[in-house]
């Protein structure tokens, strides 16, 4: 089952660093990866998402590193506040013809931003 | 724009009980996913419906699980019997179409079996 491994279990940054969790797949038809934001009692969030076309994607203060020789990639937040404590959820998916969805998330990253 | 709704928020049971978790989609979304979150872990995909038939149960514990899909928009969830390890978040979630549409998810419904 487990296809997404990601790291770190837990981070702890202080506010203005940056934030990093490494995500890895196995699977070479994953071709949709997404990153997902939970708060307490809340569903995830999509926060930001790639496709393999491209190694970078930048969307405000949160961007995603794709290396797909490595099958390997990342979410980086800049300037990190502490409105962004939660835990993050890597994922990778593969668009298949017929529609299914084969979502595989990591175990998930805690993130806490110290003020 | 309403998000997907779901009931109830929690429910304790003892084991062997059953169970049923109730969700609504966002309008005009015709795929729907339930989810099954262990605490620690990442969602587990339980079953998908594209408007009222099922597109993929292969994880779903056929012998304990079962989902169906009213007319293409509501859905519930049942376990019967439930296991001690059935404990977990159930979340719904639902996307417009196709796999990589985004998906929105529900509060999710807090399952404890004793």
């Known amino acids: 089952q487990q296809q997404v491994k990601q790291s770190p279990q837990s981070l702890i940054v202080q506010k203005g660093g940056i934030s990093i969790i490494n995500c890895a797949y196995e699977?070479?038809?994953?071709?949709?990866f997404p990153w997902y934001q939970q708060f307490p009692g809340k569903g995830p969030a999509l926060l930001i998402a790639i496709r393999p076309d491209v190694s970078e994607k930048k969307e405000g203060r949160f961007t995603i590193s794709f290396n797909k020789s490595a099958k390997q990639f990342s979410l980086h937040i800049m300037d990190s506040q502490p409105g962004d404590s939660a835990t993050y959820f890597c994922?990778?998916?593969?668009?298949?013809?017929?529609?299914?969805?084969?979502?595989?998330f990591g175990a998930g990253t805690r993130l806490t931003v110290k003020p | 724009e309403a998000g997907v709704a779901q009931s109830p928020r929690y429910k304790i049971i003892e084991k062997r009980q059953s169970v049923a978790f109730w969700c609504n989609p966002i309008s005009g979304h015709a795929t729907l996913y339930w989810y099954q979150q262990i605490l620690g872990q990442g969602p587990k995909l339980l079953i998908q419906?594209?408007?009222?038939?099922?597109?993929?149960d292969s994880q779903l514990p056929k012998d304990r699980f079962s989902a169906e899909r009213l007319k293409g928009v509501d859905s519930t969830l049942k376990i019967q019997p439930a296991k001690l390890e059935d404990s977990a978040v159930y979340l719904c979630?639902?996307?417009?179409?196709?796999?990589?549409?985004?998906?929105?998810f529900g509060p999710g419904t807090r399952l404890t079996v004793l």
């Open positions: 419906f594209q408007n009222n038939g099922v597109v993929d």
């Open positions: 699977n070479t038809a994953f071709d949709y």
């Open positions: 994922a990778a998916t593969h668009e298949r013809g017929d529609n299914n969805n084969d979502m595989r």
């Open positions: 979630a639902s996307s417009l179409a196709g796999v990589t549409d985004t998906q929105y």
